[in-house]
């Protein structure tokens, strides 16, 4: 990535002040969305059937998301996909890079081989440029690929960053020895667990079942594996947040699937918001919503149906945060 230095071993960073909500996300708008069947085997959330001009619909709901945010005052780093080769799922782009506010790039190991091919250099570049964010080292992951070892970013990553602890479920995509190079590299205390969908299923993705916000968490309890629930629950707790559970419906709906961003606005000064899809809001009982809502300064509810349908995942899946150095 230009003239900084790729790294596979480094020291821990000094621990910083973690502020939980980024106030800039990259977004990568999507030139070949579809239904990926390599990605299926392990996407329980992922169904073939769709619109008929499904990249054009996703492409719509896309651009009206990015409208929506940076309405909220939110700044989206926004970068076109290219079509050539075709990548599906380029629309979650944070499966595949993290920027960390000790200015640390990650680039981490895909299970699938058609998604290594939306780690992009342009890509990186772009949103370093159009946040200002400084960076101070890459961390590249990428060669695990080899060994058949694989962690998908904030997909594989739930980060409490106050406390320094990533939430993390087991699954064919989130490999326990990358984990430990991740952990040891950023200093983070990986707090590691089981849990399946309704039919017993490994859930893939940590962040289908949790969401961290600066004040409150939404996790799917009932899909924690029994064993582990306690200790996860405990830990929750722990860092003073509202713990909101979801059952096994909820999650298939995406309604642990969203993500707290800072915006500013001249007259209230800094305010939260909270993303979540149109599905998601349908799924919350009215006694949920109002603990889900008073939880952030203001809720965002965005259509994104196709993208879940045949993606698999929902609106966290499509924000890449870049956390800024103050």
Known sequence: MGNVRSVETLTAPARLAR??????????????????????ASNTFQHPDGPADAAGSARAEFDAFVGALRGEGVQVCLVDDTPDPPKPDAVFPNNWVSFHADGTVVLYPMQARSRRLERRREVVEAAVGATGFRVSRVLDLSAHEREGRYLEGTGSLVLDHPQRLAYVCRSSRSDSRVLEVWSREIGYEPIVFDAADGAGRAIYHTNVLLSLGERCALVGL????????????????????EVIALDHGQLEHFAANVLE?????????????????????????????????????????VPVPTIERLGGGSVRCMLAEVFRSA
């Open 19 to 40: 502020r939980q909500c980024a106030d800039a996300v990259l977004m990568v708008r999507p030139a070949c969305f579809g239904y990926n069947p390599e990605t299926a």
């Open 222 to 241: 009932e899909a924690i594996a029994p064993v582990d629930r306690d200790r996860v629950l405990k830990r929750l707790r722990a860092s003073g947040r």
């Open 261 to 301: 961003l800072a915006t500013w606005d001249e007259a209230l000064g800094e305010y939260h918001v909270l993303v979540l899809s149109e599905t998601a809001r349908h799924a919350l009982p009215p006694e949920t919503f109002a603990r889900v809502a008073a939880c952030a300064d203001e809720l965002l509810v």
